[in-house]
Structures are given as structure tokens and as C-alpha cells.
């Protein structure tokens, strides 16, 4: 698994809370620091945040799958 595994160390907390949820704060603060693509999730927390711009794309992953197959990426 470590071969497509990208490990990062854990980031600094965030300055200021983001999501209702502050367990929510770290997966934000993790991605941005990761520079990922998008967090795919079904937390309602996380999903909420979608319209807000938390700085990364957050997407159901049926949203995700169904985006991947109208792009040819997946």
C-alpha cells in the first residue's frame, strides 16, 4: 500500500475553525496543506462546507464517480 500511499505529516491546526464539526477542522487543514484535488465524503459536516469554499472541492462519492466517468478519469 505504501507505494500509492502519499504520507504526510500532521499539519498545524487550523487558525480558525471551519466546519461546525471541529473533528471536521483537521480534514480540511490536511487537505489543503496536501494540496489534494477533493475529499470525497458522506459526512454532512464536510459536505455542508461544500458551499462555503473551504478551499478544496468536497463531493458525495457518487458525485465523484459520476463526475470521473463523464471525464474519462476513473
Known sequence: MA???????????????VSRDPNDDYLITLALAAEVD??????????????????VVIER???????GRSTGTT
Open 3 to 17: 507505494d500509492i500511499a502519499d504520507m504526510r505529516s500532521d499539519p498545524e491546526p487550523a487558525p480558525e475553525p
Open 38 to 55: 477533493v475529499i470525497v465524503s458522506g459526512d454532512d459536516d464536510l459536505l455542508d462546507l461544500a458551499n462555503d469554499d473551504p478551499g
Open 61 to 67: 462519492p457518487r458525485q465523484f464517480l459520476d463526475r
